[in-house]
């Protein structure tokens, strides 16, 4: 799968955050949702539109946009 069939970033768009292409679901809400515990399934729900294809872009996209980025120490 490439992230980039689903997710685009244009200025015009929410200040140019990344969101699923055609919509104004930014990548960063679809995160944020399935870091509290939202199931995918319930995604579906909340968001008609939205594909399961849509939300694996978004975490494919998260993790190639860390992959050799700065890391941050986690205080224990």
């Given at each position: 799968?490439?992230?980039?069939?689903?997710?685009?970033?244009?200025?015009?768009?929410?200040?140019?955050?990344?969101?699923?292409?055609?919509?104004?679901?930014?990548?960063?809400?679809?995160?944020?949702?399935?870091?509290e515990g939202t199931s995918e399934d319930q995604l579906l729900k909340s968001y008609p539109n939205l594909s399961?294809?849509?939300?694996?872009?978004?975490?494919?996209?998260?993790?190639?946009?860390?992959?050799?980025?700065?890391?941050?120490?986690?205080?224990?």
């Amino acid at each position: 799968m490439k992230w980039k069939d689903y997710i685009e970033s244009n200025p015009e768009v929410l200040f140019g955050k990344p969101v699923l292409k055609g919509t104004r679901i930014s990548v960063e809400l679809i995160l944020e949702k399935l870091g509290e515990g939202t199931s995918e399934d319930q995604l579906l729900k909340s968001y008609p539109n939205l594909s399961s294809k849509q939300i694996q872009a978004c975490l494919l996209f998260a993790a190639q946009s860390l992959r050799g980025e700065v890391t941050f120490p986690v205080a224990s």
